[in-house]
Each structure stands twice: as C-alpha cells, then as structure tokens.
C-alpha cells in the first residue's frame, strides 16, 4: 500500500476546519459508572384474576385439522388482522404446546401471555399443533387455544399463520400494549 501525500493547501484547510487542537498525554480513557443504577421494573406476580373474562359471542364451530383461524376485537379495523397475517408486526416471542395436555396448555398459554403483555411484546406465535394424534383426528389444543384467546382480556387479534410459520398448526397473536408502556403520544 503507497503512502498518500498531502498538499501543503490541504494540510492548511484541514489545520484551519479543524481548529485549535489540544495534545493527550496519555492513549487510556478512564469510564466513569453512572452515578445511579438504573431503575428495575418491579415484580408483577402473574394476575389473581382470570384473564379469561370475555364472553364468546354465540358457540364456535369445531375446528379441523387444516382449518384456519382468525379472530379480531370488536372495533378493531379489519385492516389491522391482513397486517398480522402478512407479519407486519413482528414476532416478539413464542411458544410450542403441542403435545400437552389441555390443562397444562391452559396454565402455559396464561402464564406466556401475561409475562409478554408484561415485558410490551405486541405479537406472539403460539403453536398448537394439528391435532394428527387426537381422537377422531380432531385437534383439541387447536379449539381450547381458539376459545381461550377469545375470551383473554390482552388479545386483539389472531389468525393461523402462513404456512412457512407452521400453517394451521399455529397462530399469529395481537396483543394489547400493557399501560407502563403507553405514553401520551399513543394515547391520542
């Protein structure tokens, strides 16, 4: 590699855009800590509540296997459920039940859903599984998790994912934005 020479011209216009320039002693730089520790969000213990508090409109229709699924908050803009599906969100996080029993599914999907609604995730997969090793080859993850996402009080909106997230296996989930996270920009 050649050395580069510089003008005497250029050496001045660096000299003079630079300005007065102070010498270092010394090539070690000292960090100084913040001087207070950065503030911990407290514990929130998962909610005595039921977060299932929402009526389902009318019975739901039993699911199938390659049945898709899609649901969304009254009031909410049916624009906002193409956004999820073509993944404009985002995934923050997920989670696999497939293979567990209805209850333990139950008691996972309420404990992730809280712990994400806690940390400001806005969307989650939750994969459920096709159901090819149930009874009569009818999925029951796939139609607890659909009447269960229903009546949570932090869902929005969810729909069956594209096929290269899991197809009909799993779902897309819209969450509410928990209040620590909102500020007065999105209040409006």
């Not at 390659?66 to 956004?83: C, H, S, T, W, Y």
């Not at 209850?103 to 096709?130: S, W």
Request: a positive charge; one cysteine or more; proline letters at 6%.
């Amino acid at each position: 590699m050649t050395k580069k020479n510089t003008s005497p011209d250029d050496v001045l216009l660096f000299r003079n855009t630079i300005g007065k320039v102070k010498s270092i002693d010394t090539n070690t730089v000292i960090l100084k800590p913040d001087k207070k520790p950065r503030p911990l969000p407290l514990f929130k213990p998962l909610e005595q509540v039921d977060p299932l508090q929402k009526d389902v409109e009318g019975s739901l229709e039993t699911l199938f296997q390659e049945d898709k699924i899609a649901f969304l908050v009254p009031g909410m803009q049916k624009n906002v459920l193409r956004k999820l599906r073509k993944g404009y969100y985002g995934l923050d996080a997920d989670i696999d039940l497939h293979g567990l029993s209805s209850r333990d599914a139950q008691q996972q999907l309420l404990r992730f859903l809280h712990y994400c609604v806690e940390d400001g995730y806005r969307c989650v997969q939750i994969i459920h599984g096709k159901g090819y090793n149930s009874p009569d080859n009818q999925p029951i993850l796939k139609n607890d998790i659909n009447l269960w996402l229903r009546q949570h009080k932090d869902v929005l909106a969810f729909c069956s994912a594209p096929p290269k997230a899991g197809g009909t296996g799993a779902l897309f989930v819209l969450l509410r934005l928990s209040e620590k996270f909102v500020t007065s920009e999105d209040e409006i």
